[in-house]
Each structure stands twice: as structure tokens, then as C-alpha cells.
């Protein structure tokens, strides 16, 4: 049982590149997220989806697309990487709570992501 | 005013300390109260949730839930230095999308 798998653990990009950061969960979960985490600023939510087939914006979307592409797989996409995007990623899973169970995150290893 | 207020620290013990984590929230729905460890470089690993209020213990760690106050705390007996990390709180509703994060507290544990 892996729990919650990133991919890339690091990566380096050029302005104007594009990259996609890859996250699969194997709980069985029904909601995912990705976050960024920046010094001094802590977890800032960037798109979540709350079931297959549907996704939303959080509280830093911009420069970012997201793909719910099963239950197990949610992945974020960086069409043109800009130094703010210099960060570590996260992508988490839940139950979503109520009958399916506790409403906790639980996190992967994380994405590592320097724009030069 | 920030949903989930938590103090940055750092805080340094020595080791074998007690150590009281603590975070501030403001809303009143809040069912679900998680402590998060993050390692430098890691993921966060979730530690321990308490659902609705009152206190569960697992092993060197206690977590206390107050809704009347509004405050949360994570007890750490017998500290040891592997417990060197960033603590974060997290809250969340009995079901729903939405999680509540403090900033974290750097805690490290002197041998």
C-alpha cells in the first residue's frame, strides 16, 4: 500500500517550459488536491477535485491546469513555467469524510520544481 | 483573522522535555483536527487526528481538542531529537473539501 505517489521527486525548467507533475493514490479516495508550499507561506491550495470528472479552483490556480484522469490519478500541468512557480508541490487525497470515512489528508513525498 | 492561527517557533528543548504545540481557530464547525510532522525536505505525515472533541493518545504523543476555547494542542513526552520537525495543525469540517492549515512550528529536540 504506497498511500499517495509524486512524480518527479525534482525537477529543473526554463522560463516558458511546460511540465506536468504526475500524483496517484491507491486509498481508494475520492477527493485530491495539489498544494504549494513556499517559505514563510505554508500550504496554498492550487486546484482540488472532489470526485472523478470534476475539478475546482483553489487559492493559487493561475498558471496551472489540472486533469482528474481517474479516480486514482490527478495531475497538475505548468503550460508556461515562470520563476514564481519555483516551489515544492504536493499533491494529498481524502475520503472526503462523512459515511466514507475520516475527512484527513493524507500527502505524497512531494514534487520538487525550480524555474530558472 | 486567519482561520487557524499557529506559532512559527522555533522552539528548541532539550532532550526529554514536554513539548505543548498549540493552534487558535475561529470556526465552530470545525469536526476534524489533525497534527501533521514534516521533516525537512519531506511530505507531511499525518500523525494523529481527533474527531470532534476531547483527547487521544498514541504512544509518546497526546492530542487535545477544546471547541469551547477554540484550541488545540499536541503534547510530545520524553521529546527525542528524531522528533526534529515542523508540526503542522490542520482542521476540517465532518465532510466537505475544505482544509484549514496552521503555518507550522519548527520544533527541535537538543541531545
Known amino acids: 500500500n504506497a498511500g499517495v505517489t509524486q512524480t518527479p521527486k525534482f525537477q529543473v525548467l526554463k522560463t516558458g517550459q511546460s511540465m506536468t507533475l504526475q500524483c496517484a493514490q491507491d486509498?481508494?479516495?475520492?477527493?485530491m488536491y495539489w498544494y504549494r508550499q513556499d517559505p514563510g507561506m505554508g500550504l496554498r491550495l492550487i486546484y482540488y477535485?472532489?470526485?472523478?470528472?470534476?475539478?475546482d479552483k483553489g487559492e493559487v490556480p493561475n498558471g496551472y491546469n489540472v486533469s482528474r484522469l481517474n479516480k486514482r490519478e490527478f495531475s497538475l500541468r505548468l503550460e508556461s513555467a515562470a520563476p514564481s512557480q519555483t516551489s515544492v508541490y504536493f499533491c494529498?487525497?481524502?475520503?472526503?469524510?462523512?459515511?466514507?470515512?475520516?475527512?484527513?489528508?493524507?500527502f505524497g513525498a512531494g514534487s520538487r520544481l525550480t524555474v530558472l | 483573522q486567519k482561520e487557524v492561527e499557529q506559532d512559527p517557533g522555533p522552539l528548541s528543548v532539550p532532550e526529554g522535555a514536554i513539548v505543548s504545540l498549540n493552534c487558535t481557530y475561529s470556526?465552530?464547525?470545525?469536526?476534524?483536527f489533525m497534527w501533521y510532522r514534516q521533516y525537512s525536505r519531506k511530505g507531511p505525515e499525518l500523525l494523529m487526528y481527533?474527531?470532534?472533541?476531547g483527547n487521544k493518545e498514541d504512544g509518546r504523543f497526546t492530542a487535545q481538542v477544546d471547541k469551547s476555547s477554540k484550541y488545540i494542542s499536541l503534547f510530545i513526552r520524553d521529546s527525542q531529537p528524531s522528533d526534529s520537525a515542523t508540526y503542522l495543525c490542520?482542521?476540517?469540517?465532518?465532510?466537505?473539501?475544505?482544509?484549514?492549515f496552521g503555518t507550522g512550528t519548527s520544533l527541535t529536540v537538543i541531545p
Open positions: 494529498a487525497s481524502t475520503t472526503r469524510g462523512g459515511a466514507a470515512g475520516a475527512n484527513v489528508l493524507t
Open positions: 486509498m481508494n479516495h475520492n477527493s
Open positions: 477535485s472532489a470526485s472523478e470528472g470534476t475539478t
Open positions: 470556526n465552530s464547525a470545525f469536526q476534524y
Open positions: 481527533t474527531y470532534s472533541s
Open positions: 490542520a482542521m476540517s469540517y465532518y465532510t466537505g473539501n475544505q482544509f484549514y
